[in-house]
């Protein structure tokens, strides 16, 4: 009941421009030009060979890891011999690597090289 009382207060309050153009000439921090700039910083995107490489090398750099076990195609317990607090790790490095946060969810999943690659490489925020 309040919050529909107190609307049309701050709506009467609120001043608009007319047009979209008009205010993107009148003010430099527009929503206009913000999300222009938020979106070109995105427009390289990582290709797929670029994330197998550096999966790769994340998993070569893990202290439990024999290095010559690495392969795109290797599972963190069956091939490498990881357990589930080392998996743990290697998904915090990957989230390090590719500037990413990972949700818990999504993460329980991560379990061998493959996965890890599919979800880094279709994140659109990987850098």
Known sequence: MAAAALRPAILRHIRLSPSPA???????????RWLAR???SHDAH?????????????LKSHP????SK????????????????DTVEVVMAIEEEFKL???????????SLPLAIDYVANHPMAA
């Open 22 to 32: 008009v205010a993107a000439a009148s003010h430099p921090h527009s929503l206009e």
């Open 38 to 40: 938020a979106m070109s």
């Open 46 to 58: 990582l290709t797929r060979d670029e994330v197998v490489d550096r999966l790769v090398d994340v």
């Open 64 to 67: 439990k890891v024999d290095p």
């Open 70 to 85: 690495v392969n795109p195609e290797a599972h963190f317990e069956k091939d490498l011999g990881l357990d589930s607090l």
């Open 101 to 111: 946060e990972i949700p818990d969810q999504e993460a329980d999943k991560i379990d």
